[in-house]
């Protein structure tokens, strides 16, 4: 194992939640006047935490989203889950591997630690995971491109950035892991590897991933 931590995003990569949220989060800002696409959602808010799409729409428009936005959106969302929501082909495989290895990683999202929670138990991953290795842009002042996230989940797993390589599919998750001095794979089931530019490597499937890392 070439890696002394393995950070996982958590949507598109863990659980296959992206097509979901995306669709919701359109058809809400939408609703509350701001016409947006699929298409343009995931463009522009895929891997974002909240406090993102708030300041990139009023950036645009001058107009703040409304003050109940966050928790009607996440309660569509959660319900959508319920629903709907599958592991990505493979995520538990890998992750079963990782602990059969005993090699530390952990998962560190824009999500917030409800979000987090709700699909994994969806997914059935929540067995690979303990408070102890789940992280959220909650626990930080700024979410994704930063790197502040992917550093405090580092801190916390005792291991230096250096050590330390990121599973990403988001542009902004793929910046936020260069940012933090981290190896990143991009993982290119949803996202074109154009988008993912600079990333350490790229991969389309899961199974492919162990090889990757060393394993």
């Known amino acids: 194992m070439r ?5 996982f995003d958590n949507d598109g990569v863990l659980v296959d939640s992206e097509p979901i949220s995306n669709k919701l989060l359109a058809g809400y800002l939408t609703e509350v006047g701001h016409p947006t696409t699929y298409e ?10 909240m406090h993102r799409i708030h300041e990139l729409v ?16 996440h309660g569509r969302v959660f319900a959508a889950f319920q629903r709907e929501l599958e592991a990505v082909p493979g995520a538990g495989d890998v992750l ?14 824009s999500g917030s630690h409800e979000r987090i929670r709700v699909g994994h138990r969806k997914a059935g991953l929540d067995v690979w995971f303990r408070d102890e290795n789940i992280f959220s842009s909650e626990d930080v002042g700024r979410g994704k ?47 074109s590897q154009e988008k993912l530019a600079g990333a350490t490597g790229y991969f389309g499937r899961m199974d492919e991933l162990p090889a990757i890392l060393g394993r």
């Open 3 to 7: 890696y002394d931590l393995v950070i």
């Open 40 to 49: 343009e959602s995931v463009r522009d808010y895929m891997g974002s935490a």
């Open 58 to 73: 009023e950036e645009r428009t001058g107009q703040r989203l409304p003050a109940e936005f966050d928790e009607t959106f």
């Open 96 to 109: 079963k591997g990782l602990v059969d290895d005993g090699v530390p990683y952990c998962v560190a999202s």
């Open 145 to 191: 491109p930063s790197p502040d996230l992917f550093l405090y989940a580092a801190e916390q797993m005792g291991v230096t950035p250096e050590r330390c390589v990121v599973v990403e599919d988001s542009p902004l998750g793929v910046q936020a892991a260069l940012a933090a001095g981290m190896d990143v794979y991009g993982f290119t089931a949803m996202t």
